[in-house]
Nanobody
Framework: QVQLVESGGGLVQPGGSMRLSCAAS????????MGWYRQAPGKQRDLVAHITNGGITNYADSVKGRLTISRDNAKNTVYLQLNSLKPGETAVYYC??????????WGQGTQVTVSS
């Protein structure tokens, strides 16, 4: 099972930007798709963005045009660039990997707090 480690969270002001990273323990070529999810207190975990091994991306409607998912195959890392952040986007952001053999892995999460 691939191990995932997120980093880059913290406190940011409304309208600010932040980049999250998700480092995988093995080559991401072995992973069919990776995604970023977020979970606010008392709410369900929702998809934010998703990228396949072929580079096809998918975004939640609420983040289109503001957030960008990308991958660096040489570093086995997936990134989430967050721009124009809103207070309502305060949450724990999780990275997920779906492997070709249907195994699924989650990272431990990184807290993003949007507040002035």
């Amino acid at each position: 099972q691939v191990q995932l480690v997120e980093s880059g969270g913290g406190l940011v002001q409304p309208g600010g930007s932040m980049r999250l990273s998700c480092a995988a323990s093995e080559s991401i070529f072995s992973i069919w798709a990776m995604g970023w999810y977020r979970q606010a207190p008392g709410k369900q975990r929702d998809l934010v963005a998703h990228i396949t091994n072929g580079g096809i991306t998918n975004y939640a409607d609420s983040v289109k045009g503001r957030l960008t998912i990308s991958r660096d195959n040489a570093k086995n890392t997936v990134y989430l660039q967050l721009n124009s952040l809103k207070p309502g986007e305060t949450a724990v952001y999780y990275c997920k990997a779906d492997q070709y053999d249907n195994r699924r892995s989650w990272g431990q999460g990184t807290q993003v707090t949007v507040s002035s």
